[in-house]
């Protein structure tokens, strides 16, 4: 019975802790991780009312292209990029228009193997859903 006990509290100490880094760190925060060596951008997409809104995001490259995981539970710029592909995000302090175009198949396949989710990271987050991949493709104007 106490081990059972102490297992709760321990489970229940672990998702408070996600839910703070998850909502208040990552997303309240939104801290970037250039210090660190993780490319960033900051992302604008679009609601359906036309309300825009800002998220900072790791972005990582394959092939010269420009790519975004959804890895972690929050992922309400993922629903809004998707139901809105004109995006706009600043890279390196240029800000440029994009379409943001998800991946699958042998694409997926090879950017989630270029890019894998290190074990502490999946810890942090919670070991979220599986992850879901946009390709940010610039846009001709």
Same mark, same amino acid.
């Given at each position: 019975m106490k081990v059972a006990k102490w297992l709760s509290v321990i489970f229940g100490v672990y998702v408070g802790f996600v839910v703070l880094f998850e909502s208040v760190y990552l997303g309240y925060f939104q801290p970037s991780f250039e210090e660190s %060596? @993780?490319?960033? *951008? *900051? *992302?604008?997409?679009?609601? #359906?009312? %036309?309300?825009?809104?800002?998220?900072? *995001? =790791?972005? /990582?490259?394959?092939? %010269?292209? $420009?790519?975004l995981s959804a890895h972690h539970w929050p992922r309400g710029w993922y629903h809004r990029a998707r139901n809105n592909p004109a995006v706009q995000a600043q890279v390196d302090g @240029?800000? #440029?228009a994009y379409t943001a175009v998800p $991946?699958? %198949? =042998?694409? /997926?396949?090879?950017? =989630? #193997?270029d890019h894998p989710l290190p074990l502490p990271v999946r810890f942090l987050m919670g070991f979220p859903p599986p992850r879901d991949i946009l390709r940010l493709d610039p846009t001709l104007e």
């Open positions: %060596g @993780i490319p960033m *951008l *900051l *992302l604008t997409t679009t609601d #359906a009312d %036309g309300e825009t809104s800002n998220r900072m *995001l =790791a972005r /990582f490259e394959t092939d %010269g292209k $420009i790519y @240029i800000t #440029a $991946i699958s %198949g =042998a694409e /997926f396949e090879r950017v =989630a #193997a």
